[in-house]
Every structure is written in structure tokens, then in C-alpha cells.
């Protein structure tokens, strides 16, 4: 990992990339709270960076910490480089930090392929036999539910199966309340904003 205290490099990309309009901090839920206004702002402005970011800029903020990786998993989602698809799946499921998550999953939704259902199920294969370890499992899981939805597939049938690797999960941790659906909605909502951005980053005004 690489330390912003101590890399120049990576402090001017968290400079124009990560810190703009407090970037790193609104990329999530924060987003349903702004208005019309802040919305159209912050998708412009997060499109005109998806353009302006280069695969090199991008891979080094994905050294960073999570601040860096979690923009970096938007920008990614934003102009679709599906190259960085093995990296964004090994860091999942690495788990190495909180609150990039959830961007990880963005991403590899609006790839939408079977390829990133099987990453995503991997990391639900290692994780909801670990309830002690409470991570990105929802997430995920409504991440897979969400792209079941788009590819016509059941990968997350298995571990909704009762008595299942979720339900148990669930148990140990007691939140049986939580419904998976709900998580899928929001991952819904998250890859809608993802969808204005790229309008705006495929338009001709976008880099100009």
C-alpha cells in the first residue's frame, strides 16, 4: 500500500480526484441526500473525472488507502474499464480495509457479466461462514441479487437456500430482519447514479 503521507505522487491524484466537492465521502449513500441541483453538479463532475483519469493514475489510487480505492472503484464503474475487474475482485475479497466495499460492488454490477457474479460469490463462499466477521456480506449478496436480475441467472440461490449460508450467517449474528432485497435496492439506487454519469461522461461535452 502505498502512504499518502509520504508519496507526492499519490497526494496530487488525491488532489484532483478524491478530495474535489468531498468526493470520497458523498460516493454512497450521501448521495440520495442532495438536491437537484447538487446531483446534476456532482455527475458532471464526477464524469469529467472518469474521463480525465488515466489506467495508471487509476492503479496507483488503488494502492492508496480507502479513500483511494473507493474513488478509484467509481471512476472505474463510470468509464467501465472492465480491465481493472481482477483487481477490484481480489480486493473484495481481501477485506483489507472498511468503507470500500460497497464501491467495489458498484463497479463490478455495472460490468454486469457472469464473471463478476462468480467473483462476488466467492467472496460470499469465504465470508458467511465467517459470522464473526461482520464486512460487506450484505452487500454483496444484494449485489448478486441485483445482477441475478440482469443476466437472467440464480447465482444467489444458493446461498438464499433456507437453512442456507445466509440464514445461518443471520443467526449467529442475529439480524434476521435483514433482508437481502433491501440490500439489492440500494445497489440498485447506487448503480442509477452510476447510469446519469455515464450519460453525461458519452456525451461530446464530456473532456472539452
Given at each position: 500500500?502505498r ?9 496530487e ?18 448521495l ?5 441541483v ?5 455527475v458532471r ?12 493514475e ?21 468509464a ?12 473484495l475479497?481481501a477485506?483489507?480495509g472498511?468503507?470500500?466495499?460497497a ?8 460490468f454486469g ?6 467473483l462476488?460469490?466467492a ?10 466477521l461482520?464486512y460487506?456480506?450484505?452487500?454483496v ?9 440482469m ?9 438464499l ?14 439480524v434476521a430482519?435483514l433482508?437481502?432485497?433491501?440490500c ?9 447514479f ?5 450519460e ?9
Amino acid at each position: 500500500m502505498r502512504d499518502i503521507r509520504s508519496d507526492p505522487e499519490l497526494q496530487e491524484l488525491v488532489r484532483r480526484f478524491v478530495r474535489p466537492d468531498r468526493r470520497y465521502l458523498r460516493l454512497g449513500g450521501s448521495l440520495h441526500r442532495m438536491n437537484a441541483v447538487q446531483r446534476s453538479t456532482f455527475v458532471r463532475d464526477l464524469a469529467q473525472a472518469a474521463y480525465e483519469i488515466t489506467p495508471a493514475e487509476l492503479g496507483i489510487l488503488f494502492e492508496g488507502g480507502w479513500r483511494e480505492r473507493k474513488t478509484a472503484a467509481w471512476l472505474v464503474a463510470v468509464a467501465h474499464r472492465t480491465e481493472f475487474r481482477d483487481l477490484i475482485g481480489r480486493l473484495l475479497l481481501a477485506s483489507g480495509g472498511p468503507y470500500a466495499g460497497a464501491a467495489y460492488c458498484v463497479a463490478l454490477a455495472r460490468f454486469g457479466t457472469a464473471a463478476d457474479a462468480e467473483l462476488l460469490s466467492a467472496y460470499l463462499d469465504h465470508y458467511l461462514s465467517r459470522p464473526d466477521l461482520d464486512y460487506d456480506q450484505p452487500t454483496v449478496l444484494g449485489t448478486l441479487l441485483y445482477l441475478d436480475e440482469m443476466l437472467g441467472s440464480d447465482y444467489a440461490t444458493r446461498f438464499l437456500s433456507p437453512g442456507g449460508p445466509w440464514d445461518r450467517w443471520l443467526e449467529v449474528r442475529a439480524v434476521a430482519a435483514l433482508d437481502p432485497r433491501n440490500c439489492e435496492q440500494a445497489v440498485k439506487q447506487l448503480c442509477a447514479f452510476v447510469d446519469e454519469s455515464v450519460e453525461v461522461f458519452a456525451s461530446p461535452d464530456c473532456g472539452s
